[in-house]
């Protein structure tokens, strides 16, 4: 079946620091990738998404790109900020149209 | 526009006892989800709707758990009894027709704490 992977956190940083969270996925078929963000108090929000393969997904700094060669979707950001602190879940979606999820990782910035 | 609203937020409730939660989707989707979310981990699919019928109940504990999505709008998620390892956020969730490449909306989730 389909799943997928992501780093454990928490993963600390100081603000301004660079930020790589790793997520592999297996799947068949041609599965689009996402990435959700989790912010404290509220709910699941979609952060960016890719839906072929060497598409890369931008949104609010942030970026990944969709390796089908490696079956990755890595995140990644330049320069984080405090705000950018929320838990960060890796997913996919294939045929069925069920959204497949990664285990989350927790970031926290600290200025 | 109204994004996904769940009610309640917060209920807590001891074990055996039964509950509901209650989910409107965005207007016109016709796909709604109801995800189990466990504290410290990523959110899995209960049940899948296309309009009002389930087309994807596999991971439903049907036991305990029933779900039902009358006239395809709002959607109701229950337990009976429950118990304490039902203790985690219930998430509903409404997409439209864009095959794989649309986007989940997700409402607020209802997180439940079984005594």
């Known amino acids: 079946g389909n799943s997928v992977t992501q780093m454990e956190g928490p993963v600390t940083l100081s603000e301004e620091a660079f930020l790589t969270i790793n997520c592999t996925y297996t799947?068949?078929?041609?599965?689009?990738l996402f990435w959700y963000v989790q912010y404290p108090g509220e709910g699941l929000q979609l952060l960016l998404k890719a839906t072929k393969a060497d598409d890369k997904g931008s949104n609010k700094g942030f970026e990944a790109t969709y390796r089908k060669e490696t079956t990755s979707f890595h995140l990644e950001k330049g320069s984080v900020q405090v705000s950018d602190s929320a838990v960060y879940f890796c997913?996919?979606?294939?045929?069925?149209?069920?959204?497949?999820f990664g285990g989350g990782t927790r970031v926290l910035v600290k200025p | 526009e109204a994004g996904v609203v769940q009610s309640p937020r917060y209920k807590i409730i001891e074990k055996k006892q039964p509950v509901a939660f209650w989910c409107n989707p965005i207007?016109?989707?016709?796909?709604l989800y109801w995800y189990l979310q466990n504290l410290g981990q990523g959110p899995e699919l209960l049940i899948r709707y296309e309009n009002e019928e389930a087309v994807d109940d596999s991971q439903l504990p049907k036991d305990r758990f029933s779900a039902e999505r009358l006239k395809g709008v709002d959607s109701t998620l229950k337990i009976q009894p429950a118990e304490l390892g039902d203790s985690a956020v219930y998430l509903c969730?409404?997409?439209?027709?864009?095959?794989?490449?649309?986007?989940?909306?997700f409402g607020e989730g209802s997180r439940l704490t079984v005594l």
């Open positions: 207007s016109g989707h016709n796909t």
């Open positions: 799947a068949t078929g041609y599965p689009s």
């Open positions: 969730a409404s997409s439209s027709g864009q095959g794989t490449s649309g986007e989940l909306f």
């Open positions: 997913a996919l979606r294939a045929a069925g149209n069920k959204l497949t």
